[in-house]
């Protein structure tokens, strides 16, 4: 069966060796038919990133995935330097920018903070989806559907068994997305993709 | 020995190796076995090719032995010598006295005298180096617990043979014999008293350590620096031939002698080249050695008494092992190694034959005797390898099934994962860099210079051309992960490759490319990375030419990086058209010539590299004039 939607996973991690719950995330994804996985530290060591290539990628994909742990409340560098570089203007927003009109957009994040102190008032003021903004807004412009994110929370935490379940829906999310068998008004008003499941 | 002789010998000798050891290996049953099965093919007994004159022969090949020593001391640095100790002194001791001792009295119990059976026991107490040596170095044991066990053994031995060949004659007394007056008696012929041969012993001993730590290395410089291949041959040989003639002219062991010169040199950074140099030597002249004790076996004895000589074998393969295999077991050498190092030490070696011959000499022995005793221990020693096969076939996946595969794991200690091949200006950057991130590589140069200053400053330098293969095995090609090759000659560049590629096909190869035309040939051959030496520098340079030509720093960089992947493109077309051209035989300069205009119109005809649009908010500013100048979204 030739899957309905192809789906790229960019990676943006610049510790994966030393990561938890990131790896094992990937390793779910591991030969699965219509899924790539890009590693932009290995590809990008310099932040040389090379536009033309990236381009590409996203208009050869239908689910665009950026995969990071929380740095700041934020994405690691490099992911920022790929939106301003690789989404120019007249290609991915402006009057002749639609080269991404219609796409997906979703953020696969880890965080070592419970759930429960996002937004919360006492430690972090805002929610995950309110930090994710950024993100959003820039899917937005270029005219692309922003996915609720995927987000692990507690990575410190969590133990192998855990972890192992987290991978296991991550997987059968991203299987759900790429074969169109999601139901997508629902989920779109989920928090958090992974709540679908759980 | 006219002319004629020599030639017909060599012919024998050479025919016999080149067709038996083939078989043999093919067969399983490793060199050393083929060798013996040869020397007997080609001995007085069957077909009589040689006849006693190949008692000359072995002794010349012996040499071989004292070359072997001398290759593992180079092996051997003198601090894992001094953490051999116990097992030298206490395993090795105790082996050669009991085993002294048991067949001493088993001698006196068939009629020996007292001293002739001390003589007898000491003399087969010995195990043979040349065989056992080389049957675990074939084996790849040498470095496991049975082989370095064995080694420690053998060692002791070697030195022991002094003090036995200083006893002998003093057992001739209880014997029934002639002249009980020679002492020790050795130098030059002249009677000397034997403090003043002590005195001399430890002034060569001396001798060989300071010459082999200080002073070698000197002379080798200046060898080295002249280019000429053969005469560092020469040179390389002349040190252990010169080390072998000075312990035998005071009295010592040869082959202790090369295996201390060797264990001081280990550190030295000609000893690849030393090893490359002496192996083919070595084994030319071991492989002599096993067909003249191959050719020595008396078969007309053995066919008139075949059962007394058999049940003494027996007895002394028999008794040897036992000593051997219980204190292997107090020694802590476990299980499967134990009985594999038991069975590589039973046999009696060649030093009994010199020991023998000078018993008779002394009026220790009767010729009888001796006869048997030859006998004996050439059968013995012909047996080695196909016990050593049986207990490897047979008894080892009986006896012990389980553990044999997690005890190789233990092998490597001293290997490196990188080989750098060319330490020149190129090569020091690449050096310190990986040596500065804690990963170690043997380093290979043959310039001369160089490696004095990198000695001097810690790193792990060898003199040697690795266009040869025998060069890259001794720096651990088979063990290594990656090969560096820096050189700055294409074409042996291109050499050390190919040999790589060809012998060792797991190495990941990274090459230094010294030209355009270099770059072609690497990429043919498909190797793991390659480099232009001069683009990054060059590059670098350039952009600290744009930021004093007034554009920012960041603005350079990102423009040489456009570059570099502008590069990459015409290098790959460029490619191509070398491939073409080669078919047309295109001159050099005609085609770096081509090359060269081909590289400019690219340049010109790039626009690529002449926008950077990252960041740039023209096309906004552009766009949002023309929506009635309002301030584009952000």
Not at chain 2, 30 to 39: E, F, K, Q
Not at chain 2, 145 to 152: C, E, I, K, L, N
Not at chain 2, 179 to 201: K, P, T
Not at chain 2, 545 to 565: E, I, S, W
């Amino acid at each position: 069966m030739v899957p309905k939607n192809k789906i790229v996973i960019q990676v943006f991690h610049p510790l994966l060796h030393k990561s938890r719950v990131n790896r094992v995330l990937l390793r779910a994804l591991e030969g699965l038919e219509g899924v790539s996985i890009r590693y932009l530290y290995d590809l990008y060591p310099d932040y040389q990133i090379d536009i033309e290539v990236e381009q590409e990628v996203l208009l050869k994909h239908d689910i665009i995935v950026w995969q990071h742990p929380l740095y700041w409340y934020s994405s690691p560098s490099l992911l920022k330097e790929w939106l301003d570089l690789v989404l120019e203007h007249g290609f991915a927003f402006g009057k002749e920018g639609r080269a991404l009109e219609g796409k997906y957009v979703m953020s696969a994040i880890s965080t070592g903070g419970r759930r429960d102190i996002y937004g919360s008032e006492e430690k972090v003021k805002f929610s995950i989806r309110t930090l994710l903004a950024p993100f959003e807004q820039t899917a937005s412009l270029c005219k692309m559907h922003y996915l609720p994110p995927f987000v692990s929370h507690g990575t410190y935490l969590m133990n192998e068994k855990q972890i192992g379940k987290a991978a296991q829906d991550y997987a059968h999310i991203l299987k759900g997305l790429r074969d169109g068998t999601l139901p997508m008004d629902k989920l779109m008003e989920e928090e958090y993709i992974n709540d679908l499941i759980s | 020995m006219d002319e004629m002789d020599f030639f017909r010998n060599a012919l024998v000798y050479l025919l016999a190796a080149v067709i038996s050891v083939p078989i043999a290996k093919r067969l399983g049953f490793g060199s050393v076995l083929g060798y013996l099965l040869a020397g007997m093919i080609i001995g007085p007994f069957v077909l009589g090719y040689i006849g006693h004159e190949g008692e000359d022969v072995m002794h010349f090949a012996e040499f071989g032995v004292v070359m072997m020593l001398f290759l593992i001391g180079l092996e051997l640095k003198p601090n894992l010598l001094w953490g051999m100790r116990k097992s030298i002194f206490g395993l090795g001791g105790l082996q050669l006295l009991i085993s002294a001792v048991v067949i001493g009295a088993v001698a006196v119990a068939l009629g020996q005298s007292i001293g002739a059976g001390i003589a007898i026991g000491l003399t087969l107490g010995l195990s043979s180096t040349a065989i056992v040596l080389q049957t675990l170095t074939e084996k790849g044991l040498i470095k496991q617990a049975s082989g370095r066990a064995s080694f420690s053994v053998l060692l002791l031995q070697d030195i022991a043979v002094v003090p036995i060949l200083a006893l002998i004659p003093l057992m001739a007394g209880s014997s029934q014999s002639y002249n009980s007056s020679r002492e020790l008696h050795y130098f030059a012929g002249i009677e000397i008293s034997g403090w003043v041969q002590v005195v001399m012993m430890l002034t060569v001993i001396t001798g060989i350590v300071v010459i082999g730590l200080y002073l070698v290395k000197y002379i080798f410089r200046i060898i080295a620096r002249t280019g000429l291949r053969e005469v560092f041959t020469a040179a390389a040989l002349l040190l252990v031939i010169s080390t072998a003639a000075l312990m035998e002219l005071v009295g010592l062991s040869p082959a202790l002698g090369a295996f201390l010169s060797g264990v001081v040199m280990a550190n030295n950074e000609y000893r690849h080249e030393l090893e490359a140099n002496i192996e083919p030597f070595k084994g030319l002249l071991l492989g002599l050695f096993f067909i003249s004790v191959g050719a020595s076996i008396n078969f007309g004895l053995l066919g008139s008494s075949p059962a007394l000589i058999l049940s003494l074998v027996a007895a002394l393969i028999g008794i040897k092992f036992v000593i051997l295999f219980i204190l292997g077991r107090i020694f802590g050498i476990r299980g499967g190694q134990n009985t594999m190092f038991a069975f590589s030490l039973a046999q009696g070696g060649e030093f009994a034959f010199v020991l023998v011959a000078f018993s008779v000499e002394s009026g220790v022995l009767n010729p009888d005797t001796s006869a048997i005793l030859f006998l004996v221990v050439a059968l013995s020693m012909a047996l080695t390898p196909l016990l050593l096969l049986l207990n490897d076939k047979v008894i080892m996946p009986l006896v012990y099934k389980s553990e044999n595969t997690r005890e190789e794991d233990s092998i490597e200690e001293e290997e490196t994962p990188l080989i750098i091949a060319g330490f020149g200006n190129f090569g020091v950057v690449l050096g310190r860099f990986l040596i500065a991130n804690g990963k170690s590589a043997t380093i290979l140069d043959d310039n001369p210079e160089n490696i004095d200053v990198l000695r001097r400053f810690g790193f792990k330098v060898y003199y040697g051309d690795a266009t040869r293969t025998d060069l890259l095995a001794s720096a651990g090609a088979d063990k290594a992960k990656v090969l560096i090759v820096t050189v700055d000659d294409p074409q042996k560049s291109l050499k050390i490759i190919d040999l790589a590629r060809r012998n060792y096909p797991h190495l990941k190869i990274l090459a230094r490319a010294v030209n355009n035309t270099h770059s072609y040939e690497l990429m043919d051959r498909q190797v793991d990375g390659f480099q232009r030496d001069m683009f990054e520098s060059s590059l670098l340079l350039g952009i600290e030419a744009l930021t004093h030509l007034g554009y920012k720093r960041y603005q350079a960089h990102r423009l040489a990086h456009t570059f570099r992947k502008h590069v990459r493109k015409v290098q790959h077309e460029l490619h191509q058209h070398h491939k073409e051209d080669e078919m047309l035989y295109l001159s050099e300069s005609h085609r770096h010539a081509r090359d060269l205009e081909e590289l400019l119109r690219a340049e010109k005809e790039d626009t690529d590299h002449q926008k950077d649009s990252s960041w740039d908010i023209s096309s906004r500013l552009e766009e949002a004039r023309k929506v009635n100048g309002l301030l584009p979204e952000e």
